[in-house]
């Protein structure tokens, strides 16, 4: 999304909302008694004043940013209620005060506009996202080794869910003055270890998962090229395919085994720990899962541009290896018009070029984890304060307290790699678009007929046949040319440079097609006969 749709929608929701509150504000002593129901309804009749007023005047706008704009008030002073049950009853923003408004709208203009910046220099949003079932599909012949890695996986999270409980408890017996059990002590070193061989074993299964499935993924890739035409390769420099091959392919392929396996194992974590956590603390729970969108919302800003960024790295590395190959390839015609330091002003250009994509990378992904590790600290300290206070009054133990900041420190985790799982398979799949594209490209170098005749008797004929190559399409070397090559006969074809005459030949051995008419074997068509029977035969 540009910049200027951005701050359009956003008057637009400013002005569609005050509208709205001014005439609510009639209706609010009416609603006061109904407390947070009435901030629900309030907030409903918003939403559906946003969206319709979006989609009418801002077509193709964010959909989100009706939501974001109408639930943030009531969801705020839903959660106050819950965290701090004496708090003050809850006001609309219908009679608020004017700030209230502004900090609303701000937030969700800080947001549209965070969205809407483009990575550098870069256009986004100009391609497709990559299909997930294009990945799974990829991914699927490996299904037995990846099926016995999600086994593993739940049963890494059942033992890792069940350690702080078990701790924490362990914790509580001692301060009753019970002491430490055999049967305790044993219950933690049991859940600890079995956690740890589990994953032990969930992450050799998906690395061997990720070996193969590079192997066949290149194999593929190979094959599908080398039954390309000429022209495919003669427009895609050989340096930069094999940067593909060497870059591309372990990128692509670590979208799902690796990707998914974090993800997977994150959101597991996650929903068990979470359930526990719930179990221990509503309220805590609730102040603590605060962490969930701030971050969601953080990662996903990021991730927009980084997608971008890699790719264009990516492209770089090829285009930089794609130098050196021609240069190195041709260094004789370089060494005879003194062209070294040509070459070496355009190694240096690519170099900086990728170097400048790379620098710009790691400063976004500094600055991003600053915020992240910001509001990480944040939620921590909310949740301490407020636990504290748990403490004080009575309505929690201090083993369960321990319990529930050991598990807050890994759902903060799990959170930050579940939210990273699903941007580092979004980048990875964007990354390997290209690899796609080339697997899904129909091979077009050794497509021919059926025909395989017992024997030839090598009549040729040219008829009419135009020709351009396909690096030069307005220039036609052979135009509307016709001769026949008869059996027994020694044929010379004589003429100026580059007037056609090792076209004629690589027409005759079918590496281009004509533009027009056609060439005959025996008077059929070249494309009618069987590709290796030709080769083995013209």
Not at 364 to 377: D, G, N, S
Not at 504 to 525: M, N, Q, S, T, W
Request: with cysteine; hydrophobic share 50%.
């Amino acid at each position: 999304m540009a910049l200027l749709p951005a701050i359009r929608l956003s008057c637009l929701l400013l002005l569609v909302d005050v509208v709205l509150l001014a005439a609510l504000a009639r209706l609010a002593p009416a609603l006061a008694w109904l407390g947070l129901v009435a901030a629900w309804l309030e907030a409903g009749l918003r939403l559906l004043a946003c969206t319709v007023a979006g989609r009418l005047l801002a077509p193709g706008g964010p959909r989100g940013a009706a939501v974001v704009l109408s639930l943030t008030p009531p969801t705020f002073l839903t959660l106050r209620s819950l965290l701090v049950p004496h708090s003050a009853a809850p006001v609309l923003l219908a009679t608020a005060v004017p700030h209230w408004l502004a900090l609303t709208h701000g937030a969700t203009v800080a947001a549209l506009l965070a969205w809407a910046v483009p990575a550098p220099g870069v256009a986004v949003g100009t391609e497709s996202p990559v299909a997930m079932g294009r990945l799974l599909a990829l991914a699927w012949a490996e299904w037995p080794v990846l099926g016995g890695a999600f086994l593993f996986l739940a049963l890494a999270v059942l033992g890792e869910t069940a350690g702080p409980y078990c701790t924490g408890k362990a914790l509580d017996a001692i301060r009753r003055g019970d002491g430490l059990t055999v049967f305790t002590v044993g219950l933690v070193l049991a859940a600890d270890l079995g956690s740890s061989l589990f994953a032990g074993c969930r992450g050799g299964l998906f690395v061997f998962a990720l070996a193969r499935l590079k192997l066949s993924t290149r194999h593929q890739l190979f094959s599908r090229l080398v039954c390309q035409d000429l022209a495919f390769f003669q427009g895609t420099p050989a340096a930069e395919l094999s940067a593909r091959l060497a870059n591309d392919v372990p990128l692509l392929c670590r979208a799902v085994p690796s990707s998914i396996n974090i993800a997977l194992r994150s959101l597991a974590m996650v929903l068990g720990l979470g359930g526990f956590m719930v179990g221990l603390s509503p309220r805590l729970a609730l102040l603590a899962l605060l962490e969930v969108p701030l971050t969601i919302t953080a990662r996903k800003v990021y991730d927009a541009r980084y997608q971008v960024l890699q790719r264009a790295m990516l492209d770089a590395t090829a285009n930089t290896a794609a130098v050196v190959q021609e240069a190195v390839s041709s260094i004789e015609t370089v060494r005879s018009f003194a062209g070294e330091e040509e070459e070496e002003r355009r190694h240096s250009r690519a170099v900086a070029e990728m170097l400048g994509l790379k620098d710009r990378m790691d400063v976004e992904q500094a600055l991003f984890i600053l915020i992240q590790r910001a509001l990480q600290l944040a939620v921590q300290v909310l949740v301490l304060c407020n636990g504290h206070r748990q403490l004080r009054e009575g309505t929690i133990t201090a083993g369960d307290l321990v319990t529930f900041l050991l598990y807050q420190g890994k759902v903060g985790r799990y959170v930050q790699a579940l939210v990273f799982g699903h941007g580092d398979l979004l980048s990875k799949a964007a990354a390997g678009r290209k690899i796609l594209e080339y697997l899904d490209k129909e091979p077009t170098g050794v497509t021919g007929g059926t025909r395989a005749p017992a024997a030839l008797r090598g009549h040729v004929a040219f008829r009419h046949v135009s020709f351009a190559y396909p690096t030069r399409p307005e220039h036609l070397v052979l135009q509307d040319v016709s001769f026949e090559l008869r059996p027994g006969e020694v044929t010379a074809l004589a003429g100026l440079n580059g007037s056609g005459k090792s076209t004629c030949a690589a027409l005759l051995e079918r590496f281009y097609e004509p533009e027009g008419g056609e060439v005959l074997l025996d008077g059929v068509a070249l494309r009618d006969y069987e590709h290796q029977y030709l080769h083995r035969q013209v």
